[in-house]
């Protein structure tokens, strides 16, 4: 989760920015955040194990996000159409096993949000010192 003394730099920096500020986060947010919460949701992923003739690669070891980048602050990571079966171990639903309730979306966005934090700090810190 966000800590609040991030948050709270974040807003001191958006504040001393001024006008542009918000060009400045989304450009990293739609530049850097969603191959950042790539890289903390994938290890969370277990392959399915499942090895014969026609079956694809697990999706761990696939290229499996689609990006959204059209949003204002905010960026979806979200899967390919065939990786769309990333969703029911994240939430249980309609799984054979049930072996749901893993959250690995989640917590992999949770755990890529202080390094988004800080990219965004970065970004206002080299643009107003410039």
Same mark, same amino acid.
């Given at each position: 989760?966000? *800590?609040? *003394?991030?948050?709270?730099?974040?807003?001191? %920096?958006?504040?001393?920015?001024?006008? #542009?500020?918000?060009?400045?986060?989304?450009?990293?947010? /739609?530049?850097?955040?969603? $191959?950042?919460?790539?890289?903390?949701?994938? $290890?969370?992923? /277990? $392959?399915?194990?499942?090895?014969?003739? #026609?079956?694809?690669?697990?999706?761990?070891?696939?290229?499996?996000?689609?990006?959204?980048?059209?949003?204002?602050?905010?960026?979806?990571?979200?899967?390919? %159409?065939? =990786?769309?079966?990333?969703? =029911?171990?994240? *939430?249980?639903?309609?799984?054979? %096993? /049930?072996?749901?309730?893993?959250?690995?979306?989640? %917590?992999?966005?949770?755990?890529?949000?202080?390094?988004?934090?800080?990219?965004?700090?970065?970004?206002?810190?080299?643009?107003?010192? /410039?």
């Amino acid at each position: 989760m966000l *800590d609040a *003394d991030s948050a709270k730099e974040l807003e001191e %920096r958006v504040r001393a920015f001024g006008q #542009g500020a918000e060009d400045v986060v989304n450009g990293v947010l /739609h530049a850097e955040a969603g $191959p950042l919460i790539y890289e903390r949701i994938n $290890p969370l992923i /277990h $392959p399915s194990g499942r090895r014969f003739k #026609g079956h694809p690669a697990s999706a761990k070891s696939s290229k499996w996000p689609v990006y959204r980048t059209n949003e204002n602050l905010a960026v979806t990571v979200g899967t390919a %159409r065939r =990786f769309s079966y990333l969703y =029911f171990p994240n *939430d249980g639903v309609n799984t054979k %096993r /049930h072996a749901g309730e893993q959250h690995f979306m989640f %917590r992999g966005a949770r755990d890529a949000s202080r390094s988004v934090m800080e990219r965004c700090i970065a970004a206002l810190t080299r643009e107003l010192d /410039h």
